[in-house]
């Protein structure tokens, strides 16, 4: 039964479908998080900062450090934005929207039993330069809408288009306390310019990434396809993960990824 449904992942189809939720995963997901959140790195950066809570003093035996006791100015990395973002463009036809649909089930049954984590889903397609995004899954929504990504699927790839939008939609509504991060799920290379598109498409999404990190909200990606070099170079070195259907190498290269982006500091950069 467990490799049935693990080979859920790599089928075909083109209509409503409920995703596969991988349950190492989604554990994985949230020990990462626990860790990070918790770990002597973490507390220890805080302490040093003037950050240190009552969830963390107890750690902390006082000796050497005279700013245990200061007040905390910096906001807790504890609250956590996540909007994933899934390329439904027509190149992700078939087995494609399949693994990505349950990538972004997966994170959503991790994240929502987190109080202090928000998860969000949309998915994105472009016709003659306009680029359209649906909201899947937001906080409060039932489950339907990620049952029918596989009927969604239409257009080109505009995918740096779609992260300017969203990512910009998540800077804004940014709260001081709250870590942001966007998780780019695609297929490939964009294929569409968007309006005020300007050079080359993949030098037009590293430089959206780059602005959206300046405005404190983080980019990671997860290649669907078999090739992750364009999604290197659009998210940065170190920030993409591939996933053609193996679930075992998919929690360890996105604990790694995953955890890295966490450890940042969730205040403007």
């Known amino acids: 039964m467990a490799r049935k ?12 479908r409920k995703p596969y939720i991988n349950a190492a995963t989604a ?3 949230q020990t990462v998080f626990n860790r990070t959140r918790l770990s002597h790195q973490s507390w220890e950066a805080r302490q040093l900062a003037g950050r240190l809570d009552g969830r963390q003093a107890w750690r902390n035996d006082a000796r050497g450090s005279i700013d245990i006791f200061r007040d905390r100015r910096l906001p807790s990395p504890t609250k956590l934005d996540v909007h994933i973002l899934v390329d439904g463009s027509g190149s992700m036809s078939g087995g494609r929207i399949c693994r990505a649909q349950d990538m972004a ?7 929502k039993r ?3 984590i928000r998860v969000h889903v ?9 680029t359209t995004i649906h909201r899947v899954y937001e906080p409060g929504d039932s489950l339907d809408g990620l049952n ?24 804004q509504q940014k709260r001081p306390d709250t870590k942001s991060l966007v998780i780019m799920v695609s297929d490939g290379l964009p294929s569409v310019a968007g309006v005020g598109a300007t050079g080359d498409i993949l030098d037009h999404s590293t430089l959206v990434t780059q602005m959206l990190k300046r405005k404190g909200v983080d980019v990671m990606a997860v290649a669907i396809a078999g090739d ?4 290197e170079r659009m998210y940065g070195t170190g920030s993409s993960v591939l996933f053609t259907g193996d679930w075992n190498q998919l929690n360890r290269d996105f604990a790694g990824v995953f955890g890295k982006a966490l450890a940042k500091s969730p205040t403007h950069r």
């Open 148 to 171: 029918l990504m596989p009927t969604m699927i239409a257009g080109g790839n505009a995918d740096g288009f779609a992260l300017e939008a969203v990512g910009l939609r998540a800077a």
């Open 5 to 16: 449904e693990a080979d859920r992942s790599n089928e075909v189809t083109h209509g409503y």
């Open 105 to 111: 089930g997966t994170l959503v049954d991790a994240f």
């Open 27 to 29: 554990a994985g997901i």
């Open 114 to 116: 987190v109080p202090t």
């Open 122 to 130: 949309y998915q994105h397609y472009a016709t003659q330069g306009v």
């Open 228 to 231: 992750s070099r364009a999604h």
